[in-house]
């Protein structure tokens, strides 16, 4: 299993320009979300969704839309980006079904907005 | 609420000391309390989790609901333990809240030969 992929690993952006971080788990896991990570701020919940067809907001959505269509893929966009959202973004992906809390982190990707 | 407080940044110890990372939380239900590591240049993994009241890498972590504390120690650090730690705090409910998991602000620890 290759667990957690996110694509691109790195990206830069120009303010305003939009784009999709892809996140895909081969888990069969029905939650996944995105964070971000920030110095000083740990990670942030930006949006997570538990099942195909069903997501939700996190602590800071705003800027960033997410949709669910399959179980295997949860992708993240950015729709206009700003300079505050120069972070590395996060997926990560667990079981609904315990209560274990392990959550599957992908590599990670990079993303810097000039 | 749910708020996860890592009040330390970094934490630079002497291999062979004790190593401790502060953890507090503040949550109205009944909490799972986890600690996740980065080691450099890998992902983020789970250490351990409060209800298995297991030691992992030599790590131990009591969960105090009276000081609200998840502190997590090791009596003799190595330098392998040099990584960023994150302290995070969920629902015991799956099903409650959303089920998410709420991060602290990480603690980097640095183990010195």
């Known amino acids: 299993n290759a667990g957690v992929t996110q694509t691109p690993k790195f990206q830069v952006l120009k303010t305003g320009q939009s784009m999709t971080l892809q996140c895909a788990q081969d888990?069969?896991?029905?939650?996944m979300s995105w964070y971000r990570q920030d110095p000083g701020m740990g990670l942030r919940l930006i949006h997570y969704?538990?099942?195909?067809?069903?997501?939700d907001q996190g602590e800071v959505p705003n800027g960033y839309n997410v949709s669910r269509s399959t179980t295997e893929d949860f992708p993240l966009r950015l729709l206009s980006a700003a300079p505050s959202q120069t972070s590395v973004y996060f997926c990560?992906?667990?079981?609904?079904?315990?209560?274990?809390?392990?959550?599957?982190f992908g590599e990670g990707s990079r993303l810097t907005v000039l | 609420a749910q708020r996860v407080t890592q009040p330390e940044k970094l934490l630079s110890v002497f291999k062979g000391a004790p190593v401790e990372l502060k953890c507090n939380y503040s949550?109205?239900?009944?909490?799972?309390l986890f600690w996740y590591v980065q080691y450099s240049r890998q992902r983020l993994q789970l250490l351990l989790r409060h209800i298995s009241r297991e030691s992992i890498k030599g790590f131990t972590a009591d969960l105090n609901k009276g000081e609200t504390s998840f502190h997590l120690k090791k009596p003799f650090a190595q330098e392998e333990d040099s990584a960023m730690y994150y302290c995070?705090?969920?629902?015991?409910?799956?099903?409650?809240?959303?089920?998410?998991?709420?991060f602290g602000g990480g603690t980097r620890v640095l183990v010195k030969p």
């Open positions: 888990m069969n896991h029905e939650y």
């Open positions: 995070a705090l969920g629902p015991s409910n799956v099903k409650a809240a959303g089920n998410k998991l709420t």
């Open positions: 949550y109205s239900g009944s909490p799972e």
């Open positions: 969704s538990v099942g195909a067809g069903i997501t």
């Open positions: 990560a992906s667990r079981r609904t079904s315990t209560n274990t809390g392990e959550l599957f």
